[in-house]
Nanobody, 126 residues
């Protein structure tokens, strides 16, 4: 069983920055990739960013490209999402997810992930 704990959410003004962290822990688990998704009220879950550990490749959603930066520490099973130039439309609950086994979907698909955190709220005021 894998536990994911997100932190770093909060309230920020438009143009500001936040840094989210996600740490995975548990007994005997593998991590092929870790990712972030977000969901705003009344909207579908949206892909934000993902990191594949084996290749180091990082993927971003179109709406955050150029503003968000994903990094990670494989030894700590932790990823960090640096969010700059935040906009009101970035307001959402941000969820961290882990892929511990290949699910047959690309990392931009939420179905690629098998464990999820409880989420952290990010609110950007205009």
């Amino acid at each position: 069983q894998v536990q994911l704990v997100e932190s770093g959410g909060g309230l920020v003004q438009a143009g500001g920055s936040l840094r989210l962290s996600c740490a995975a822990s548990g007994r005997r688990f593998s991590t092929y990739a870790m990712g972030w998704f977000r969901q705003a009220p009344g909207k579908e879950r949206e892909f934000v960013a993902a990191l594949r550990w084996s290749s180091g490749n990082i993927y971003y959603g179109d709406s955050v490209k150029g503003r968000f930066t994903l990094s990670g520490d494989n030894a700590k099973n932790t990823v960090y999402l640096q969010m700059n130039n935040l906009k009101p439309e970035d307001t959402a609950v941000y969820y961290c997810a882990i892929q511990s086994a290949f699910q047959g979907f690309g990392l931009r698909e939420f179905r690629a992930y098998d464990s999820w955190g409880l989420g952290t709220q990010v609110t950007v005021s205009s």
